[in-house]
Each structure stands twice: as structure tokens, then as C-alpha cells.
């Protein structure tokens, strides 16, 4: 998943900041430490990834109060991952108080790349696009990269393995980035069957 340049607030499809694509009566998710108005980061189109079913896959964290409310942590009440079903989508509007947005929207382009790990294809497509690192807003799909221990969880539902959505960076730049302890990586996990969706942070 690469930068691919500014995108409108409401675009559909795959995309960082603007406002999730919802249906009405969507509520928007607050923390469940501070009680504010969590930060919508992402939506994933879960038709891009095979086996993923259909909707979005939303993503927010509570960012009113950085370094505590357990935003990091899956489950913790301090971030929400959701799957948005794919019918009468509007663009949900924002509560008034709360850091409830990021700076940019940027949409994302998807690039094949052939190497051993993640790091890896992140590094040599930075490297042979001769574009910054920074530019790479994660990965679609396929094994997590852990920047610390296995965290992958299992769902409440079934009690399966979840699969990872998508592996993300906190942003092109940091001005306008996400806040995953300054350099980490998040985390989205479903498990299409059941409809759960889980996300975390690592650093
Ligand atoms: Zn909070
Ligand atoms: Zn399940």
C-alpha cells in the first residue's frame, strides 16, 4: 500500500484520513478511558483482499490523550476497528469535540512487490521508485510483521485465528500521520466468517 497522492474526505474505496463511508445510524466510536471522539484513520475495501467478504474495514483510535487510554492495545476500548457493510454508504459525519480526524487525505495504491519480507518489498520499492520510505502506507493482507511479539488474535466469536486486513504505516507525513508510539505499525485483523474485527498497535 503506497502513497498515492492527496484524495477528497469522502472518497470511496481504500484510503487514510477523510471520514468513513457508513450507513445510517452509524455512531461514531468513542474511547472507552477518556470517553472522547475517537480519530477515524482508515477505510480498506475488503473486495480488494480475497476472502475478506465485502464492506469496509474502518479504522479508529483515540487520540485526545496521546501515550495513554491503552490505544495501542486490542480490545482495550481506546481503538476500534469495524466492518462497514457495502450498501447506502454516506459519508459519516465527524462529533465536534475530539481529535477526531488526521491532518490529509491520501489515497493508496497497491504495488506488487517480489521480496523476502515486507521490510524488504518496503525498502526496495522505496529505493528503486526513489521515493521516501515514508511513502509506504503498509500491506495488504498476507502474515503481520510484528515489530514486537505474535500478537494475532483469535476471534470471541468461533475462537479461529484472525486474519490480518492490512498492516499499516502511520503516514507520508508526519505532520498529518497517524501516532503508533512514533514509528510503529498497526495492526487490522477480521475474521470474515464471524464479521470481528480487531486492531492494535506495535512499536
Ligand atoms: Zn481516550
Ligand atoms: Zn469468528
Keep these: 500500500m503506497t502513497?498515492?497522492?492527496?484524495?477528497?474526505?469522502?472518497?470511496p474505496g481504500t484510503r487514510t484520513g477523510g471520514v468513513p463511508l457508513a450507513a445510517a445510524g452509524f455512531v461514531w466510536p468513542h474511547c472507552a478511558t477518556c470517553g472522547g471522539a475517537m480519530q477515524f484513520l482508515a477505510q480498506i475495501r475488503l473486495e480488494d483482499l480475497a476472502g475478506a467478504g465485502r464492506g469496509l474495514f474502518?479504522?479508529?483510535?483515540c487520540a485526545n490523550d496521546p501515550g495513554?487510554?491503552?490505544?495501542?492495545?486490542?480490545?482495550?476500548?481506546?481503538?476500534?476497528?469495524?466492518?462497514?457493510?457495502p450498501r447506502a454508504l454516506t459519508a459519516a459525519a465527524p462529533p465536534a469535540s475530539g481529535r477526531t480526524g488526521l491532518g490529509e487525505v491520501s489515497a493508496v495504491t497497491y504495488v506488487d512487490?517480489?521480496?523476502a519480507t515486507y521490510f524488504d518489498a518496503a525498502t526496495g520499492w522505496a529505493k528503486s521508485e526513489e521515493r521516501s520510505p515514508r511513502e509506504v502506507l503498509g500491506k495488504l493482507g498476507g502474515e503481520p510483521e510484528?515489530?514486537?511479539?505474535?500478537?494475532?488474535?483469535?476471534?470471541?466469536?468461533?475462537?479461529?485465528?484472525m486474519t490480518l486486513v492490512a498492516q499499516l504505516e502511520e503516514g507520508h507525513d508526519h505532520r498529518t500521520a497517524a501516532d503508533f508510539g512514533g514509528g510503529?505499525?498497526?495492526y487490522g485483523f477480521l475474521c470474515a466468517p464471524c464479521?470481528?474485527?480487531v486492531f492494535l498497535w506495535q512499536a
Design 3 to 11: 502513497y498515492g497522492g492527496t484524495a477528497a474526505a469522502d472518497a
Design 58 to 61: 474502518a479504522v479508529f483510535l
Design 68 to 85: 495513554r487510554c491503552a490505544s495501542w492495545a486490542p480490545r482495550s476500548g481506546g481503538n476500534r476497528a469495524l466492518v462497514l457493510p
Design 113 to 115: 512487490v517480489d521480496a
Design 146 to 161: 510484528w515489530l514486537q511479539g505474535d500478537e494475532t488474535p483469535r476471534c470471541t466469536g468461533c475462537e479461529g485465528v
Design 184 to 186: 510503529g505499525s498497526g
Design 195 to 197: 464479521g470481528e474485527a
